[in-house]
Nanobody, 118 residues
Framework: QVSLVESGGGLVQAGGSLRLSCAAS????????MGWFRQIQGKEREFVAS????????NYGDSVKGRFTISRDNAKNTVFLQMNSLKPEDTAVYYC???????????WGQGTQVTVSS
């Protein structure tokens, strides 16, 4: 059974940075693409970024392009999300997800709260 645990969220001022981590266990991490999603209270979960199995291909949601960077360390079974130039509208719970191809699966972490103050 795959387990995903996010960390690194917190409170930051607008313009600041945070680095989220998602540690995976219980599966062969390097076999799967990974993604980050976020959910603002009262809204549907939104795609943020994804990365291929080897890390050579990345995709980003339009609202975060140029500000966020996804990366992974397969030796440590961890995927990262570096978030720069944060805006109040980035405030959300951020989740990592194991992808089947480029499609989200039912494997989600518990989420980590990111709050950006203006």
């Amino acid at each position: 059974q795959v387990s995903l645990v996010e960390s690194g969220g917190g409170l930051v001022q607008a313009g600041g940075s945070l680095r989220l981590s998602c540690a995976a266990s219980g599966g062969t991490f390097s076999r799967f693409a990974m993604g980050w999603f976020r959910q603002i209270q009262g809204k549907e979960r939104e795609f943020v970024a994804s990365i291929s199995r080897g890390g050579g291909t990345t995709n980003y949601g339009d609202s975060v392009k140029g500000r966020f960077t996804i990366s992974r360390d397969n030796a440590k079974n961890t995927v990262f999300l570096q978030m720069n130039s944060l805006k109040p509208e980035d405030t959300a719970v951020y989740y990592c997800n194991l992808l089947d191809g480029w499609v989200s699966t039912d494997y989600w972490g518990q989420g980590t709260q990111v709050t950006v103050s203006s």
